[in-house]
């Protein structure tokens, strides 16, 4: 493994420890990967959600592969140096096809990767009719996941979707059971209230992930008071992704309705914009460079 990729997993380590909400924007392809980068975010997370509405334009209830998302992972490292975070949803089957799960994703280039508790075929967190697996299937998941990853640094996210189905306490009793397997990070999705968001940091002993899903059930805090509070990660999973469909829809639009779309900043980012984020000024010095002299 790189010394890079060593790096970005002991940078994402020490920021998640440090419990100031990290501040983490989801991606959904090396595009908006770069996006994330380029406005200085310091980790992304590749989010499930996000690659099946933008790759299938399908919803987010367990379509896509994990050879698909390997693949969306490599892309995605080699577009950018930051660390990233990886959505594997629930391992992709059991206990073995998890440890396949990790191994694969730890080649492609994740620094993290988040599992979850939901029976197979998942749904969005914040939909309804979620189903979650037993605690103690979800904690031979994590053991395997802890033992699959060859560099120490990987870090073991454990999410559970326990507070849509069982209720908030039970949520907190998996997420102890998870953090007692090993899991490095601890994500417990879809809290409704404010008061369960303020009590989940002091509640549990390990750094803490929140995801605010714009539009979702989750009350939506500042990133300030989220960190002021001690989460390790506040995550906006498709903020990117949300904001991408606006600007698509409002461009399209005006072309649909004038029949003309000119390069105007307040529907189109510049053609010279688009280039420098897909680096081709780097392109056009490497033909020279590789020209025969």
Not at 233 to 240: E, G, T
Request: net charge negative.
């Amino acid at each position: 493994m790189s010394s890079q990729s060593k790096s970005s997993k002991q940078v994402l380590r020490d920021k998640v420890y440090a419990r100031r909400g990290l501040l983490v924007p989801g991606a959904f392809n090396a595009l908006s990967a770069r996006v994330i980068a380029d406005l200085g975010f310091e980790a992304l997370y590749i989010t499930g959600a996000g690659v099946t509405n933008m790759y299938f334009g399908l919803p987010d209830q367990g379509f896509i592969g994990l050879n698909e998302l390997a693949d969306h992972t490599a892309r995605i490292r080699d577009a950018v140096d930051i660390p990233i975070i990886v959505d594997a949803d629930t391992g992709f089957g059991n206990a073995l096809n998890v440890r396949h799960t990790i191994r694969t994703l730890e080649r492609a280039g994740a620094d993290a990767v988040q599992l979850e508790d939901q029976v197979a075929p998942k749904r969005c967190g914040h939909f309804n009719g979620k189903e979650v697996i037993s605690c103690a299937e979800m904690v031979g998941k994590i053991h395997a996941a802890v033992d699959a990853r060859s560099n120490e640094g990987m870090l073991i996210m454990a999410r559970t979707d326990a507070r849509s189905v069982h209720g908030f306490d039970d949520a907190l009793e998996r997420a102890a059971r998870y953090s007692e397997a090993g899991a490095d990070i601890l994500f417990v999705e879809a809290t409704e209230t404010a008061d369960e968001i303020r009590r989940l940091p002091q509640a549990l002993d390990k750094p803490q992930l929140v995801n605010l899903v714009i539009g979702g059930k989750t009350p939506i805090f500042s990133a300030d008071e989220l960190s002021g509070l001690g989460y390790g990660i506040v995550l906006y999973a498709n903020a990117a992704l949300q904001g991408a469909v606006a600007g698509m829809q409002k461009a399209l639009t005006v072309l649909r309705d004038t029949h003309r779309l000119d390069e105007d900043p307040n529907f189109v980012t510049p053609f010279a914009e688009r280039q420098r984020l897909v680096n081709k000024p780097l392109f056009d010095q490497l033909e020279k460079k590789y020209a025969d002299k």
